[in-house]
């Protein structure tokens, strides 16, 4: 696609439930990041996928946060029982390449609401 | 660990110049950015500087890059209201981008 596309673009949960959050990243793009932006605050890094080597996974917050790629196209990233602090806007991006020569693309993300 | 710092809110008046200041942490730094995030929008590239350069122009951006200080600054010139946007100053090395908390940039007519 032209861009990269997230779904859905907002999400109202119940406390203690799972959600599956979806990014289609450009086509062609190797790279894939997910980030977390809580209201007023910053990007925070969750993880990172570059073609097929293993994913950094260095920035999910608890074992309660997941996230696969297949190949170089769509990711999930899964949240179980989920918590009032998991309310935040859930971005993607791609790149070309894992080097941030490019900068990155993102999309317009995913704002999940816990209840 | 890495850490990009910035100062939270910058006011300007129509016309002036903004700056907008950022230090990073990671002294291997290879590229920075600025990114803009409009009310209710994605972020948006800007930007970006290679490491070994200590300036870049681009129209009415102008990025100041001190790698000694590690110091990065975003420089736009006659601002306009429709500049008002949260400004993310953001560095790279492995892969991944590290991002300030951003600078809330309100333009006053």
């Known amino acids: 696609g032209a861009g990269v596309s997230q779904s859905p673009s907002n999400k109202v949960t119940e406390k203690g439930k799972d959600v599956e959050l979806r990014c289609d990243p450009i086509s062609g793009h190797t790279a894939l990041y997910w980030y977390r932006q809580r209201l007023g605050q910053g990007l925070e890094f969750l993880i990172y996928f570059q073609g097929n080597s293993a994913p950094d996974k260095s920035g999910l917050p608890s074992d309660r946060f997941s996230a696969e790629r297949t190949g170089e196209s769509v990711s999930t990233l899964t949240i179980q029982r989920t918590q009032q602090e998991d309310s935040a806007v859930y971005l993607c991006?791609?790149?070309?390449?894992?080097?941030?020569?490019?900068?990155?693309?993102f999309g317009s993300g995913t704002r999940l609401t816990v209840v | 660990g890495e850490d990009v710092e910035q100062s939270l809110f910058l006011s300007v008046r129509e016309g002036d110049s903004s700056v907008i200041n950022c230090t990073y942490t990671?002294?291997?730094?290879?590229?920075l950015y600025w990114y803009k995030q409009e009310p209710g929008a994605g972020l948006q590239l800007l930007t970006y500087?290679?490491?070994?350069?200590d300036m870049k122009q681009d129209q009415r951006l102008t990025v100041l890059l001190n790698k000694k200080d590690k110091h990065l600054s975003l420089r736009i010139a006659d601002t306009q209201t429709g500049d008002s946007a949260i400004y993310f100053c953001?560095?790279?090395?492995?892969?991944?981008?590290?991002f300030g908390q951003g600078t809330t940039l309100q333009v006053k007519p």
């Open positions: 500087i290679f490491s070994n350069m």
């Open positions: 991006a791609s790149s070309p390449q894992g080097q941030g020569l490019y900068g990155y693309t």
């Open positions: 953001a560095e790279s090395n492995t892969g991944k981008l590290i």
């Open positions: 990671d002294s291997s730094s290879t590229y």
